[in-house]
C-alpha cells in the first residue's frame, strides 16, 4: 500500500480529514489534521486528538515497513492551508491570502498591478461555480482615529479564479482573541 494511502486511511478511519503530508529529506514526517467540518459547531483540534493520530499512525507505519526518523502530527493552525473545493465551501466569508501561479497582466483593466501575484480579501463563491477574492486597497484605521463619514470608500475590487490557476491559498491569519469572526460595525 502506497504511504499517502496508509497515511490517509488512518486519519480518515478515526474521523478526522488529512490536510496535509509533509515528509523532508531528514526524515521527518509531518502530517497536519483537522476535525470534518460541522456547519452548527466550530471545533478546533486539541492535543488529544493529535496524540491519538500518533498513535495509531507509529503502528500503521510500523506494519507497513515506513522508514522516518519522526512524526509530527498538528492541527492546521490559523493560517490553514485551503486545496481542495470543499475547503473553499467551509471557509467561504472568511478573510484569505491567495497567491496565483501567473502574474495578472492586463486584467482588471489597469486597475491591478500587471505584476501582481498575491492578494488577501473576502473568499466568495463566484459566477459560474468558480471563486472569487474581494477586496479594498483603502488602508484599515489604525485604533482610535477617526474617520470621516464624508470620505467616500475606496471601491472593492474582484478576482474570479479557478482552483487550477492557484499555487498557494490560506486563511489570512486574524488574532482577535475574541474568536474567527469578522468585526461587526462599531466593535473595536
Known amino acids: 500500500m502506497a504511504f499517502q ?32 467540518w460541522n456547519p452548527a459547531q466550530e471545533q478546533f483540534v486539541n492535543v488529544e486528538d493529535c496524540e491519538k493520530v500518533t498513535r495509531q499512525l507509529q503502528f500503521a507505519l510500523e506494519v507497513e515497513g515506513t522508514e522516518y526518523k519522526r512524526l509530527e502530527v498538528s492541527s492546521p493552525g490559523i493560517d490553514r492551508p485551503l486545496r481542495t473545493d470543499k475547503d473553499f465551501e467551509r471557509f467561504a466569508g472568511q478573510l484569505v491570502d491567495v497567491t496565483l501561479k501567473a502574474r495578472m497582466g492586463q486584467a482588471a483593466g489597469g486597475q491591478v498591478a500587471a505584476n501582481r501575484k498575491k492578494f488577501r480579501g473576502t473568499l466568495e463563491r463566484g459566477v459560474g461555480g468558480g471563486w472569487q477574492i474581494v477586496w479594498s486597497d483603502e488602508p484599515a484605521a489604525k485604533p482610535g482615529q477617526k474617520v470621516s463619514k464624508k470620505r467616500a470608500p475606496a471601491p472593492l475590487q474582484a478576482l474570479g479564479f479557478t482552483l487550477d490557476e492557484l499555487k498557494e491559498a490560506r486563511l489570512a491569519p486574524v488574532v482577535d482573541f475574541k474568536g474567527r469572526r469578522p468585526q461587526s460595525v462599531g466593535e473595536s
Open 5 to 36: 494511502d496508509i497515511v490517509e486511511q488512518t486519519v480518515t478511519g478515526l474521523g478526522y480529514e488529512l490536510v496535509e503530508v509533509e515528509r523532508s529529506a531528514g526524515g521527518l514526517l509531518r502530517i497536519t489534521i483537522d476535525l470534518p
